[in-house]
């Protein structure tokens, strides 16, 4: 069975400045992974996923992460956040089946 | 194309009432699920339908909680009767014919309060 666990429940950080979003897994198979981001009072939209091949996968809105099978982490970055980056962010794992495990959740705030 | 729609987008109920979510998917989706987020916790797997049958619902808390997806399109989530720690947000997500690799759509959610 999958597990994901975000480190992190909130992250405050100024506009402009790097985040990281942290997310381990764990799973005795092959894994997909996936990050979510749910803004204020609508659904949860892709932002990137990870199936195979390259480790480092681009997202939509200047997002990123790394797929790092020897630290079973699939960290979610971005070099200049803005105001509107504000949102909820999850880390999703799934396997060979179709439920997706979901870690906790992250509140990503920017500030002025 | 119209996303994923989940009706109502709040209901607050007291302990014993029934409530009926309802879920449209995008349109030619075989694959529906249900998800629930209880306060603060992380996205729970509910169950998971193909076309109209159901594929795996080992996610279900409990008998007080029966989904269906007559005739495959829409589905329903009703919870008879409701207890205090059914309160959360319920997630509905469709995906196209195919394997896991598929993203997930989701749908804004409903936010059930049981008082």
């Known amino acids: 069975a999958q597990s994901v666990t975000q480190l992190d429940s909130q992250v405050p950080v100024f506009e402009e400045a790097p985040v990281e979003l942290r997310c381990n897994y764990s799973s005795s198979v092959s894994v997909y992974l996936f990050w979510y981001v749910q803004y204020p009072n609508q659904g949860l939209q892709l932002l990137l996923k990870y199936l195979s091949g390259s480790t480092l996968v681009k997202g939509i809105n200047g997002f990123e992460a790394e797929f790092n099978k020897s630290q079973t982490s699939f960290h979610l970055r971005k070099p200049s956040v803005h105001i509107s980056d504000t949102a909820e962010y999850f880390c999703a794992v799934s396997g060979f089946s179709h439920d997706m495990r979901f870690g906790a959740g992250t509140r990503l705030t920017v500030k002025p | 194309e119209a996303g994923v729609t989940q009706f109502p987008s709040h209901s607050v109920i007291e302990k014993g009432q029934t409530v009926t979510l309802r879920c449209d998917p995008i349109?030619?989706?075989?694959?529906l699920y249900w998800y629930r987020r209880v306060m603060g916790k992380e996205i729970k797997f509910l169950l998971h339908f193909v076309k109209e049958s159901k594929q795996d619902e080992s996610g279900m808390p409990n008998n007080r909680f029966l989904a269906e997806r007559t005739g495959g399109t829409y589905s329903t989530l009703k919870v008879q009767p409701a207890e205090l720690e059914d309160s959360g947000v319920y997630f509905c997500?469709?995906?196209?014919?195919?394997?896991?690799?598929?993203?997930?759509?989701f749908g804004p959610g409903t936010r059930l309060t049981v008082l």
């Open positions: 349109s030619g989706h075989d694959n």
């Open positions: 997500a469709s995906s196209p014919t195919g394997g896991v690799r598929n993203e997930q759509f």
